[in-house]
Every structure is written in structure tokens, then in C-alpha cells.
């Protein structure tokens, strides 16, 4: 199946600073990326929609100035959180779908995200 | 807002039983219907999924019922196995993609 790489697994920072999370999917080419954030015990809640080449959609409640994501090419896509704080502490998880098979979506590994 | 209901919220059964899991949506532009497989600390997997064109899939001892009138699809493990023991998630999405996610079962298989 296809392959989704997400970098890092793990990130502890500070309050306020910012942290990068990477999202390549390594053998297809990816038309749609999605960002998911999912608490203890919780569902994936969706964040946003990335398309290559465009600007991400947010979904409601999601500050689109908090969580930057950039879609640069069909195999990665970036989710950037900046001045994170303590409550931005989560597994945050990316998904791909292929240019050819518009539904199926292939989930990276996460990374945990700590905010101290 | 959950656009797609699941229960139970969690589950124990003994190794060899039937795991059944149940989903219900209203959205009837959802055209995709997957389960997802989860650990902890690990992103969700893929197990099986559906489409509404077709009422039952089965793929090894994982089974999915769907009944598109009533707008609900269940995920059947048959002979369940301790290595069984995860979150599931059902799951839609329409033609963009976009999977609205159940809320999750907690599976313990015991031994």
C-alpha cells in the first residue's frame, strides 16, 4: 500500500515558540493532504484541507494563523504551529490521497506534539 | 457536531468471539466507508472499507455490513484475537475526501 511519512514522531518545545511537522508521502503522488489533531482517548478531528499549490481550508473553529500548513509540491505538505502553548499539546496526523483514487486516504504516523 | 455516530464506546471479548461494532450517519452524499485499525501512539490503519453499491464486504475474518436505507454499516471481527486488542473507527467521506471520523471502540480481546 502506499507509503505516508510524518516527521517528527515526537516534539517537546517551549511555550511560544514554534514547531514544524512534515508530511510526505513517499511513493504516490498526493492531490489532497488532510491534518487531523486527536486528544486522550478521543476521534481525529479534522484541522484542514491541504491541495498542492493552494491555500489550505481551515475547518471552523481551527485559527488558520496558529496552524500554518503548506502544501509546496504533491508529496509534502507542512503543518507549522506557532507560539504554541501548553493546550496545543496532541497527536497531530496527516493523511494523503492519490492523484488517481480520489477517496482512500493513507495516515503518516503522527507526531506527538509537547508543549512545556 | 458528530456527523457519524458510533457505539459501543468500548468492548471486551474473549479470544475467539465476535466483535461487532456499529455506525450510523446521516450525510447522504457519503460515498466511501471505512475502518480504521488504531494503536496507541500510532496513526490509524486502514482495515477494510466499503461502498454503498454493495451491502457486505469481507476480507479474512473482518467483515462490513452496510444497509444504505437505513444509513448504518457495522464492522463484524470474527474470531477475535488478543493482537486485536485496539481502537476502530468507522469512518465516511465523500468525493473529496474528507473522512468524518466516529467517535471510536476500545476493543479488548482477552485471552
Known amino acids: 500500500g502506499a507509503v505516508v511519512s510524518q516527521h517528527p514522531s515526537r516534539v517537546i518545545c517551549k511555550s511560544g515558540t514554534s514547531v514544524k511537522i512534515e508530511c510526505r508521502s513517499l511513493d504516490f503522488q498526493a492531490t489532497t493532504m488532510f491534518w487531523y489533531r486527536q486528544f486522550p482517548k478521543q476521534s481525529l478531528m479534522l484541522m484542514a484541507t491541504s491541495n498542492e499549490g493552494s491555500k489550505a481550508t481551515y475547518e471552523q473553529g481551527v485559527e488558520k494563523d496558529k496552524f500554518l500548513i503548506n502544501h509546496a509540491s504533491l508529496t509534502l505538505s507542512t503543518l507549522t504551529v506557532t507560539s504554541a502553548h501548553p493546550e496545543d499539546s496532541s497527536f497531530y496526523i496527516c493523511s494523503a490521497t492519490q492523484r488517481t483514487v480520489n477517496t482512500e486516504a493513507f495516515f503518516g504516523q503522527g507526531t506527538r506534539l509537547t508543549v512545556v | 457536531q458528530q456527523q457519524v455516530k458510533q457505539s459501543p464506546q468500548s468492548l471486551i471479548v474473549q479470544k475467539g468471539g465476535i466483535s461487532i461494532i456499529n455506525c450510523a450517519y446521516e450525510n447522504t452524499a457519503f460515498d466511501y466507508f471505512p475502518w480504521y485499525q488504531q494503536f496507541p501512539g500510532k496513526g490509524p490503519a486502514l482495515l477494510i472499507a466499503?461502498?454503498?453499491?454493495?451491502s457486505e464486504k469481507k476480507e479474512g475474518r473482518f467483515t462490513i455490513s452496510f444497509n444504505k436505507s437505513a444509513k448504518q454499516f457495522s464492522l463484524h471481527i470474527m474470531d477475535s484475537q488478543p493482537g486485536d486488542s485496539a481502537t476502530y473507527f468507522c469512518?465516511?467521506?465523500?468525493?473529496?475526501?474528507?473522512?468524518?471520523f466516529g467517535a471510536g471502540t476500545q476493543v479488548v480481546v482477552t485471552p
Open positions: 466499503i461502498r454503498p453499491d454493495v
Open positions: 469512518a465516511a467521506s465523500d468525493s473529496w475526501g474528507k473522512l468524518q
